[in-house]
């Protein structure tokens, strides 16, 4: 079973658990998105994360997207 975490609009205020010192496993960008796969998480930034969403997301016991953050205004 896997669990989807995405902030949305409608949340006033908005739990975010990635931080600017979070890094893609895959470049070193920050990272937006952390899934959990036997018991490690990996982080991902958008790009990566949206380049593996489909092949994780069968395997994943969570998927914590906080790629909204991207495009919200400051």
Request: aromatic fraction near 6%.
């Amino acid at each position: 079973m896997s669990t989807t975490s995405t902030p949305t609009e409608n949340t006033a205020v908005l739990d975010y658990r990635l931080t600017a010192a979070d890094r893609c496993d895959s470049c070193g960008a920050q990272a937006y998105i952390a899934a959990e796969v036997n018991g490690s998480e990996l982080l991902f930034c958008a790009h990566h994360g949206r380049k593996y969403e489909e092949k994780l997301r069968s395997i994943a016991t969570s998927w914590h997207d906080e790629t909204a953050r991207l495009s919200a205004s400051v």
